[in-house]
């Protein structure tokens, strides 16, 4: 479906367009996310594209009071801190993210286990746009 | 792996020398190594004469980055007087000199060289924490600084992670810090000479100098709740959770094994190296121990035929308090899970029978990077040789001890074995 060659930056030109998009092995069926080049089960490197519903689960953050120099920038310091996570999807592959719609100051109100649903940050205009991958807690509420 | 790791043939640690640790102004990479080496020099026993040095391997992360200066071989080489000899420079973030010592312990045991200078530096103290940060960062995968993540979140967010799994909790991690301090006390070359008690005292002697509020903290646990003293660096992890920003540097003398005794009547052997490589945080099945690390104990253990029981001594990569509890699990001390208990009831303290992180650790001797591996085992050679004066260990019949070395969020890892024969 799509020809866009199996790296980072394909995995950030999808991420721009509000996809989450990982590469599965078309041998082995093992599905790698970010996209890998080469399969670290069978070393094949026949891929193919596949969009990953964005649908998980927290299973590890921090909230960050120092961070780098672009996230200070978005205005977050050590009074706005911003939370940062790893998020296993129903796939069974795991991400890291921004984690939205938590508050970075009540740390133990957030829980391990939450269930989480993709969002993508767009920042910057024209060709400095990026998107940064993130999740939040799912809107119906079911914890 | 395919047959048995050997090596051609024994490795011996002759001399070591290393700064104290800190914040230093005036100082600079070159100023930190000369002060290390000459420490070094004076620490053989039987003398060495610089021009037998056959090579140097040198650890060294981002002084690309914090001092905008590249290609630092050459310039320590000429520094000491070494040129035109071999100058190698090896990079793997915070164990970059965990990887300079392994590959001068392969220099000399293929029989090609017989008399190595392995040593690190780094120069982290003339940028803004901000920058520092942002330095440190650039060990971790790209994703994670994507998503924000700086070296002290990914540490966070795994001790969430081993929080979840293990019921353990904040106030278990206030226990490695107030060991390392009660430690580092010990040690004149630590950056946090002090007791987290000594620091508590000076506190409340200024406040009662100035003349307002004095604080009423009852133990050191309450100081390290108080967030006025204590703040969030990346929850969980506060300031007392992680190590500093540190200048220093660190250097140790190889030498063929048959050769050790020209040096000194009492050289330590390199029993057991061993080096792993480790997944981006997103891809680790579980986050609460470090592939890299079982790999390189099980590389060293098997190398040296010893067992995780016979290490008597160990300096571990605590650049967070969660780290140590997960490193003495990785290394086969304590089972998985079972870490911060063998901690809270004291089995890792300096008169405890496991001692870990005797100098005082990442945590308060510091942490200039990549002088940091070498000087771990600076600490080994002091205990194993009884020469840690006030913080020797009191184990009897001290034979072994092990350094291990992490860099980034577990993407290398390094384990070495010395014995005192």
Avoid at chain 1, 73 to 88: A, C, I, L, Q
Avoid at chain 2, 40 to 57: E, F, Q, R
Avoid at chain 2, 202 to 219: C, F, H, L, N
Avoid at chain 2, 220 to 241: S, T
């Amino acid at each position: 479906m799509e020809e866009r060659p199996f790296n980072d930056i394909s995995y950030e030109r999808f991420l721009n367009e509000g996809k989450l998009m990982g590469s599965r092995c078309r041998k082995c069926r093992v599905l790698f996310l970010p996209p890998r080049t080469i399969c670290i089960k069978c070393f094949g490197s026949e891929m193919e594209w596949v969009q990953v519903e964005g649908k998980g689960r927290l299973v590890a953050f921090t909230c960050i009071a120092i961070g780098p120099p672009f996230m200070i920038r978005e205005g977050y310091n050590r009074k706005h801190p911003y939370v940062s996570g790893v998020v296993e999807l129903q796939d069974g592959v795991k991400v890291v993210a921004r984690i939205e719609g938590v508050d970075g100051n009540n740390p133990e109100m957030i829980k391990i286990g939450t269930r989480l649903e993709v969002d993508f940050l767009h920042r910057g205009e024209g060709r400095n746009s990026t998107a940064f991958l993130a999740f939040r807690p799912c809107a119906d509420g079911h914890g | 792996m395919r047959g048995r790791r050997k090596l051609g043939r024994g490795v011996a640690m002759v001399g070591a020398g290393m700064t104290k640790f800190g914040i230093f102004r005036d100082k600079d990479s070159k100023s930190l190594f000369a002060e290390a080496f000459q420490e070094m020099l004076s620490t053989v026993d039987k003398g060495l004469d610089p021009n037998d040095i056959d090579a140097l391997y040198l650890g060294n992360f981002t002084n690309d980055f914090f001092v905008r200066q590249g290609h630092w071989g050459p310039i320590i080489s000429d520094l000491l007087g070494l040129t035109p000899r071999p100058a190698t420079r090896t990079e793997g973030a915070c164990a970059s000199s965990g990887l300079a010592f392994r590959e001068g312990v392969f220099a000399i045991a293929s029989g090609f060289y017989d008399v190595v200078l392995v040593g690190g530096v780094e120069n982290m103290s003339k940028r803004s924490t901000e920058e520092v940060t942002e330095g440190l960062a650039m060990a971790a995968s790209p994703y994670e600084i994507k998503a924000g993540f700086t070296f002290p979140g990914v540490f966070g967010a795994i001790a969430t992670a081993y929080f979840a799994k293990y019921g353990a909790t904040r106030e278990h991690l206030m226990n490695v810090t107030i060991k390392s301090h009660n430690n580092a006390r010990l040690n004149p070359k630590a950056q946090f000479n002090v007791s987290i008690r000594d620091i508590m005292n000076q506190r409340i002697e200024k406040a009662k100098m100035r003349g307002g509020s004095v604080p009423t903290w009852r133990d050191e646990k309450e100081f390290l709740r108080d967030p006025k003293v204590n703040p969030v660096v990346a929850w969980p992890m506060h300031l007392y959770d992680c190590c500093p920003i540190s200048d220093g540097a660190a250097c140790v003398l190889l030498v063929a094994e048959e050769i050790a005794r020209d040096f000194t009547d009492d050289p330590l052997y390199v029993v057991g190296i061993g080096q792993g490589s480790g997944k981006a945080l997103h891809a680790k099945e579980d986050l609460t121990y470090f592939e890299a690390t079982r790999y390189a104990a099980q590389e060293a253990y098997e190398l040296s035929g010893l067992r995780a029981e016979d290490i008597q001594i160990a300096e571990v990569h605590d650049s967070f308090s969660i780290a140590e509890i997960i490193h003495i699990e990785d290394l086969g001390f304590f089972k998985p899970g079972e870490g911060y208990k063998a901690v809270e009831e004291g089995l890792t303290r300096l008169d405890g029978p496991k001692p870990v992180n005797t100098s005082g650790g990442l945590k308060c001797k510091g942490h200039p990077v990549g002088a940091t591996g070498v000087a771990q085992l600076v600490e080994i050679w002091k205990q194993l040789r009884r020469e840690a004066g006030e913080r020797q260990v009191p184990i009897r019949d001290l034979r072994i001890g092990a350094a291990q070395s992490l860099g980034g969020a577990g993407g290398t890892c390094t384990l070495t074995i010395l014995e005192r024969r």
